[in-house]
Every structure is written in structure tokens, then in C-alpha cells.
């Protein structure tokens, strides 16, 4: 379709969303330029409302071009140029809807990065697509050559898995998050002020005095207040509670596990070892990883149990036996269901405080935020924002390197609430990473249907009730499903993968060792 002065004329509306965070608006003069699908640019549009200060912080302005255009097609690309000038001239851009009114149809450009050097910025309507297919890559690799100096790796504890060196600006809260944190802040404060009075003080003297808590408004007593010494429910707790990510298939029992068949046959409703191991109805949870852990306060003990539990003929897991450290002893026995009420509850009671360590520590900690922000860096250094794949991962690493940045700074920090509340303290919650960062693997330990078959708690009849397996295998197979679904649309051989120099780099750096300058991801070979 040709383009000509006679033609018709049709109106054009832009929006442009400015972000929200620090410095995001700008005072600059923006122009911005058009594409069609026919190969027409339009001229410099100037982008300002007049007697309006645009292009503040967390804003959209809305631009009616009065001028129109002409009888152009489908916008396929915009150009996006900055004067620099005024006191704040680097400009952070969500995105920029184009509508065309005659084709009624509004065409989005996700931008999300920032617009400061005095160049021409060009992005693609829905900004995405592979390198080798991108006819801007040059502007690909400057721009991954930015990133790379400000998203470097740095092993802030030796042998745990690597952070970023110094949080980027992109990478910190946004005004409103910095806003809604003080808010709940604030809130918890007032929360605690009341609890506190309505607990009579800041110790209890017993676990019914532990109640009085929840008296306020609002604060209703937890159901399983009535029930969380029950051994239905403390077993319940290895297969749906907060933690439930230990417990494997006992083959045989350990040398330093002193369990006997005398010992466990009146709670098994007559069965031994032997044969609740062939029926496959013998499971374990062994918390070796935390022996020889030294909390920083010398007062408190962090133990290191082994714990068997077995399902009943009722189809019900069941708690077998505890023994609360690693080496059998006259002073290390093992603790059982027919013992004293109060012995047995106790032994629990140690054995759940020895799995939030475990959790806090590795499932919470090492293997969610800080393995996730180690991912994070590795991705911003070598995938554009353009590329597919780093569409799939960004919602994941929102806020990660911030929330992180500020739990290490308050939480797990010298004196921190970690210090103060956990029988690990902070530098034992380290010591359990490193432990377990040297021998994690990504294809093993990190995909989902392999770990749970490596555990082999993967048989549904063996171990039924297994909420979380049952749960977990569910949302892995709708991701892997979606995300396969938008692979197969961008790689329809295995020589685009090859081609695609941007996911290369990325595969290769992830599994690189942290010394030759990688991000540390093991992967069984």
C-alpha cells in the first residue's frame, strides 16, 4: 500500500506508562517515531501535554496526535528518543500503547528499561523474539553488555550460592512496595503491642498460657491448636506441612539408628522391620546435615535426628520412632510412641525444631531465594528482555535480589531476628547451606518428578495422603506444559536452539563454576 498526501487521514492515540521506582520519571523532551507494516516511519512526534508535567513517576499520559496520519497499516515498531536535558533525564518505561483508531486496534510495546543515553531506542511490537531473528541485535548486545557490569556474581558466604555483588537500581523496591512494607511494618507493630497484653507479657509459663494470644479481635485460635499433639498429625506434618520435602523411602535401617523389632512390633500392629520394609511401608526422615552445627548461642541445642514412620493398615502414616541425634548412646536413646506422654511429646517437639531449621535454612533459604537470585543475575547478564525465555522467567525474579538484600541485612544478620529466634542462629543457618550447596544438583534436586523418585516417595499406593507430591506434580505439569507450548513456538528445530547465541551463553554460565566466573549450578553428569 502506498502512502500520499490524498489519502485518509486517521487519528492516533499514544499512552506511555512511566514506572514506579526511584528516578523513573523524567523532565527530558521524548520524541517518538512510528512504524507500519508497509515500511512507512512517521515523522517525530513530541511527545508533551501542554501546562501537564508528564512522565512522572508511576503515571501514564495519555497524546492525541491531531495531526493524524496517513492511511498507514498495522504499527509494527517505535522508535523512542531522549534529549537528555532538564535535572532528571534518565527515564524508566513500563510500556507504550499505540492506538489506531481506524483499524480499531491498539498495539502494546512492553518497554521496562531505561531510556538515558542520547541514542535511538527502537522495540518491536510485543517486543519479543529470538536473537538471530532480531534486526535490532546489535541493540541486544549493547545493551547485555550493560547489564553485565552491573550484575555481577559475588559469594557473599563462602560455598553458599552466589548473590549479587551490589543490588542494581532496577532491582530495588518500587515507591509503592517501600510504602505497603512500612505500612505492614507499622501494622505488626500494633499487632504485637497487643499481643503482648493480651499474652500478659513476653514469655509464657505454659502451653495453655500460650493461648491468651489469640484473644484479640481477629485472632482467632488455631484448629490445630486442639490437635497438634496428636501423632496422626504430627506424621501429616512430613506429607502437607511447611517442610514437607525430607521424608524417603526406608530401605533398610541405619547402622547408627538403633531401632529394634522389639521395640516397634507393638506399634506396627505386629509387623517387623523386615516386613513393613517389602511392603514398602517403612519411611525415614534423616537430618545428618545438621550434626556438628554450632549455634551462635552456646545455650541452645540444635539436634540432628533420624525419625521412622510407617503407614498403618488404616492406609494412615504413622510415627515409629525419634532418636534426636546421630550417635547412639546411653545418653542418645530412642524415643517411641509408648513412652510417657509427656517424654514422647517432647521428643517431637525437639525433632520439629530441628526440621525448621532444615527449612528455614535450605527449602526457604538456600534453595529458593538464594538460588533463585543467583538464576536472576545469570539471566539479566546474558538474555535481552526480548527474549522469550526471559518473558517466562521474569515474573519469577520479581523483587527477588531486594527481598533478599533486606533479609540479610535484618534477618539474618549479627543479633537479627534469626539470632534471636532460631536455635541455629545465623551463621549456623549458613554453615546448613554450604553443607548442602556442594552436593545439590539442578537435574536431581531441582526437578521435581526426579527428586520425588530419587526420595521414591513417587508411588501414590505406597504412600498415600502425600498432598504435597500429589499437589506439586500437578503445577509442574501445567508449567511444563505452558511453557513448552510457547517454546515450541519460537524453536522449531534444534538448530535454532543452536543458533540462539543469547540462551548458549545463558546455559553454559549457569553451570559454569563460581571460580571461572559462573553461577555455580551443578548438574549431574
Known amino acids: 500500500m502506498g502512502h500520499n498526501v490524498s489519502t485518509l487521514w486517521s487519528p492516533v492515540v499514544i499512552t506511555v506508562k512511566t514506572g514506579d521506582r526511584k528516578g523513573a520519571g523524567t523532565d527530558a523532551k521524548i520524541k517518538i517515531r512510528l512504524h507500519d507494516s508497509d515500511g512507512w516511519v512517521s515523522p517525530d512526534i513530541t511527545l508533551d501535554n501542554m501546562f501537564k508535567d508528564d512522565f512522572e513517576r508511576n503515571t501514564a499520559n495519555s497524546f492525541s496526535v491531531q495531526r493524524g496520519f496517513p492511511d498507514c497499516g498495522s504499527f509494527t515498531a517505535i522508535e523512542i528518543i531522549s534529549d537528555q536535558s532538564g535535572l532528571m533525564p534518565d527515564w524508566y518505561v513500563d510500556t507504550i500503547h499505540v492506538l489506531h483508531r481506524r483499524l480499531e486496534e491498539t498495539f502494546v510495546f512492553p518497554i521496562y528499561r531505561w531510556i538515558k543515553e542520547k541514542r535511538v531506542y527502537i522495540f518491536r511490537c510485543l517486543d519479543v523474539s529470538l536473537p538471530q531473528f532480531d534486526p535490532y541485535h546489535e541493540q541486544r548486545r549493547d545493551e547485555l553488555r550493560q547489564k553485565r557490569d552491573v550484575y555481577k556474581y559475588c559469594e557473599k558466604y563462602p560455598g553458599a550460592p552466589v548473590q549479587v555483588e551490589n543490588l542494581p537500581k532496577d532491582e530495588q523496591f518500587s515507591e509503592k512496595y517501600r510504602v505497603d512494607l512500612m505500612h505492614a511494618k507499622f501494622k505488626l507493630l500494633g499487632e504485637k503491642f497487643v499481643f503482648k497484653i493480651l499474652s500478659q507479657g513476653d514469655y509464657w509459663d505454659s502451653l495453655d498460657h500460650l493461648s491468651t494470644a489469640y484473644r484479640g479481635r481477629n485472632m482467632h485460635l488455631p484448629k490445630v491448636a486442639k490437635s497438634w499433639k496428636n501423632d496422626n498429625l504430627f506424621a501429616a506434618q512430613r506429607l502437607m506441612g511447611s517442610n514437607p520435602v525430607l521424608i524417603k523411602l526406608c530401605n533398610s535401617i541405619p547402622n547408627n539408628f538403633g531401632v529394634t523389632d522389639e521395640m516397634v512390633t507393638p506399634i506396627t500392629e505386629g509387623s517387623t522391620i523386615a516386613k513393613l520394609i ?248
Open 278 to 525: 517389602s511392603e514398602r511401608r517403612l519411611y525415614i526422615v534423616d537430618l545428618k546435615i545438621l550434626e556438628d552445627i554450632k549455634p551462635a548461642d552456646k545455650k541452645r541445642v540444635l539436634c540432628a535426628p533420624l525419625a521412622l514412620f510407617f503407614v498403618n493398615n488404616e492406609g494412615k502414616l504413622m510415627p515409629l520412632a525419634i532418636q534426636l541425634f546421630q550417635t547412639p548412646s546411653q545418653n542418645n536413646p530412642v524415643f517411641l510412641p509408648t513412652d510417657g506422654q509427656y517424654t514422647w511429646l517432647a521428643a517431637k517437639m525437639w525433632y520439629n525444631n530441628a526440621d525448621s531449621a532444615y527449612h528455614q535454612s535450605l527449602t526457604h533459604l538456600g534453595f529458593t531465594h538464594l538460588l533463585m537470585e543467583g538464576a536472576a543475575i545469570c539471566s539479566h547478564r546474558n538474555i535481552s528482555p526480548s527474549h522469550p525465555v526471559f518473558k517466562l522467567l521474569a515474573p519469577h525474579f520479581f523483587n527477588i535480589m531486594a527481598i533478599n538484600s533486606l533479609a540479610l541485612e535484618k534477618l539474618v544478620s549479627p543479633g537479627g531476628w534469626i539470632d534471636k529466634t532460631m536455635a541455629s542462629g545465623a551463621s549456623g543457618l549458613f554453615d546448613i547451606v554450604v553443607k548442602a550447596w556442594k552436593d545439590w544438583r539442578l537435574d536431581v534436586d531441582g526437578t521435581l518428578p526426579n527428586e520425588l523418585k530419587n526420595r521414591q516417595v513417587d508411588d501414590a499406593k505406597s504412600l498415600p495422603n502425600y498432598h504435597y507430591r500429589d499437589d506439586a506434580l500437578l503445577c509442574y505439569d501445567a508449567i511444563k506444559s505452558y511453557v513448552t507450548e510457547i517454546i515450541d513456538i519460537y524453536y522449531d528445530s534444534g538448530d535454532t536452539l543452536k543458533q540462539d547465541d543469547e540462551i548458549q551463553n545463558w546455559a553454559l554460565e549457569l553451570c559454569k563454576s563460581v571460580p571461572d566466573g559462573g553461577c555455580g549450578i551443578k548438574v549431574r553428569i
